[in-house]
């Protein structure tokens, strides 16, 4: 918050530090719209008739993403689903399903639920205790991470969605971004450019309209918005390489204001050149359940069989 004025004469509201710009709430809200839009153009996120499936988690970011994509539903002729996945995490899913299944009704979006009990048979915590019992030293995000990033893609290949919008920030990218030049892993890094790739059949383009829009500005726009903000934290949440990246980002953001975003643009022109180098040698398919993955068994089907599960069971959702 800051004294000065905005542009058009009112009360400021917010100070954008790294263009020094001051706007009132109005602007700001406009401001955080247009980035979004212009996104959304320039790298072509959606075409017309897309069927865009989200993912709604019911956390800030997710709830402002389908606020602004609900705004251009119409002029693009798109269709949007609100999809919740529920790893069953006992006391601490429950809020957001419930604030995900009132946004979407607010909003007249099709919302739709998938339980990890449904599709694996098993509930994250009942997960996390096999991999106890077994002597499995993988942390409980690792399990979800993998499998919640399988059932958002074959959840949308089965109700035949064209994209899928996550909620991803700019602070999320950067970190991202970081970590993986810090693990070397510049295949990844390849993937990580803003425009959706479909190199893979039966794997839907992921698009992150939020990714120029930083934290804080999704946090604001979601306090002027007055939407339900839910920071309960998950009781499976460790101390993480993420965390460490995300203190010093935050810290040569604040020295060097605009860090955050040379980083993810960077990676972007970076990922343009790499793109058809690393990923298109990459298409292989999972030698036990058939879907793309880079290596000879997809990451879902390793975890699977380390715990014992039967994962033919989800092969109904990919066809
Ligand atoms: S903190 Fe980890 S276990 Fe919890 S919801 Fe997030 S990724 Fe899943
Ligand atoms: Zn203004
Ligand atoms: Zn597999």
């Known amino acids: 918050v800051s004294a000065a004025l905005c542009h058009c004469g009112k009360e400021g509201f917010y100070l954008r530090q790294h263009s020094g710009d001051v706007l009132c709430e109005k602007c700001f809200v406009k401001s955080v719209e ?57 006391g601490y899913r429950q809020e957001g399903l419930e604030i995900s299944a009132k946004v979407a009704k607010d909003l007249k979006i099709e919302h739709r639920v998938i339980t990890f009990k449904e599709i694996y048979g098993h509930s994250l915590e009942e997960i996390c205790k096999i991999a106890e ?59 990580l450019g803003a425009k959706p790739v479909a190199t893979r059949t039966g794997f839907i383009p992921r698009v992150k309209p939020l990714r120029y829009v930083p934290e804080r500005e999704i946090a604001a726009y979601a306090y002027l918005k007055g939407f339900p903000l839910y920071e309960r934290e998950c009781p499976y949440v460790r101390a993480s390489l993420r965390d460490e990246v995300r203190d010093i980002l935050n810290c040569i953001e604040a020295q060097h204001p605009g860090t955050k975003f040379s980083v993810v643009r960077g990676t972007d022109r970076i990922s343009d050149l790499l793109k058809d180098k690393v990923i298109k040698s990459e298409v292989r398919r999972c030698s036990r359940c058939g879907s793309p993955t880079g290596r000879e068994v997809c990451r879902m089907c390793e975890v699977l069989s380390m715990l014992g599960i039967d994962g033919t069971f989800i092969n109904h959702l990919t066809e």
């Open 133 to 191: 019992e077994k002597g499995i030293g993988l942390l409980g995000c690792t399990f979800c991470g993998i499998l919640r990033r399988r059932l958002l893609n074959d959840y949308a290949c089965r109700i035949k969605a064209t994209k899928v919008a996550t909620g991803h920030n700019l602070d999320d990218e950067a970190q991202t971004v970081l970590i993986n030049v810090l693990r070397g892993d510049f295949s990844r890094l390849a993937r």
């Open 34 to 90: 247009r980035t979004v839009f212009k996104t959304i153009k320039r790298e072509k996120l959606f075409i017309p008739n897309d069927r865009i499936m989200v993912a709604l988690s019911g956390g800030k970011d997710s709830i402002v993403l389908i606020h602004i994509l609900s705004k251009i539903e119409r002029s693009y002729g798109t269709e949007l689903i609100a999809v919740t996945i529920d790893e069953g995490l006992s």
